[in-house]
């Protein structure tokens, strides 16, 4: 699986928007992007995947480059509940790699008042 | 809601001892996983199942096993506890299509 890079840590204001990079440059035509999170004593979270369409649902938008090459996450509006870790993960959708989900070390995302 | 229910959410084992940690999900997934989660080191995966009585090792097998004789429960056992093996333990699940995985809680466990 394609490897991923994330700044260790960002601030957000609340009720501001959260845009979260990540760095996937050697990922392959097959991989997807996921995005989970990760709060404090909590198992992660799922919030968000895609190929090479910009997605979006309930919990966040995720924005994906033409070539493919990087990906942001959005949280339209952040609260004082989004602050965690958030995960970019790349992953196959066959072979060896299928089922494995390999986490980095995440952002550390802390939204203020 | 899918549930992903870890046994124990703390646990404090001697050394040498067999450790059993147990995981139910009952969503019916046919995908469960392992993995163990250390400061700096980030969430890594031990053992992961996608059927009954099937396993497959992850990036990190040595010192663990598992079963998973019935659909709905995957278990990790520790044969010989160490105290490397202090970690967070956490337990996924997800169906064949793995679109999402859901994770239980974890379990803290402590080898003294």
């Known amino acids: 699986d394609a490897k991923t890079t994330q700044p260790p840590s960002m601030d957000c204001a609340e009720g501001r928007a959260a845009n979260l990079p990540c760095n996937h440059s050697?990922?392959?035509?097959?991989?997807?992007v996921y995005w989970y999170r990760q709060i404090h004593s909590q198992g992660p979270q799922y919030i968000i995947h895609g190929l090479k369409n910009n997605e979006t649902n309930e919990m966040a938008s995720l924005i994906i480059t033409e070539d493919r090459k990087s990906s942001t996450l959005i949280l339209p509006h952040a609260t004082l509940r989004d602050t965690a870790v958030y995960y970019c993960i790349v992953r196959g959708a066959g072979g060896t790699s299928y089922g494995k989900l390999t986490f980095g070390q995440g952002t550390i995302l802390t939204v203020h008042p | 809601d899918v549930k992903v229910t870890q046994s124990s959410r703390y646990l404090v084992k001697r050394t040498g001892e067999k450790v059993f940690l147990e995981c139910v999900q009952d969503?019916?997934?046919?995908?469960m996983f392992w993995y163990r989660q250390d400061p700096g080191l980030g969430l890594r995966l031990i053992y992961f199942s996608y059927d009954v009585k099937m396993k497959e090792k992850g990036d990190i097998p040595e010192g663990y096993s598992v079963s998973r004789e019935k659909k709905e429960r995957f278990s990790l056992i520790l044969e010989s506890a160490s105290t490397n093996q202090t970690s967070m333990y956490l337990c996924?699940?997800?169906?064949?299509?793995?679109?999402?995985?859901?994770f239980g809680q974890g379990t803290r466990l402590t080898v003294v």
């Open positions: 996924a699940s997800s169906d064949s299509h793995m679109i999402e995985a859901f």
């Open positions: 969503m019916d997934h046919e995908n």
């Open positions: 050697t990922i392959s035509g097959n991989e997807y």
